[in-house]
């Protein structure tokens, strides 16, 4: 990872103030004030409006991050200080599977076509598993919490 990679994701996860403006906010991503202003037009950010302009709120930011980057990367940059701002429940563990050859190769062939890693694939794939059954598992360790950070740690 780049050192520019490396600051931007600090900054986002380790900054004390509740929002940024928006250039701010794009610089951070990694996209243009025009890219962020698409990404809140389509509700995938929300920003709100202050006396001081059109601010996107830290918890906004990070969930956009998680999007941006993979957590592995994100993990990455903030070292140490990710047991700080992820939740244990959301920080990285390795899981051992056996699964049939093929669903293997898929996972692989995944993360090829979306240049991305197979832990980044699967675990979006869990995510909408957890989405669709998120009744029966609220009595998971950590679920409740996971499905509703960062808001739930921060707001």
Known sequence: MDETTRHRIRYIFLTPRPSVALLTAADHLGMSLKELKKEIEDGAIVAVSTRMGVKVSKEELMAAAMRV???AVIEEALGE????????ALRLVELRA??????REMMQELAR???TSVDHVLTRELEDVASAHAEE???VAGFAMAMEWPVASHG
């Open 69 to 71: 980057w993979e957590q």
């Open 98 to 103: 056996r699964v049939p050859r093929y669903q």
């Open 81 to 88: 200080d990710a047991a700080s701002v992820l939740p244990e």
């Open 137 to 139: 598992l609220t009595g």
């Open 113 to 115: 076509m979306e240049g």
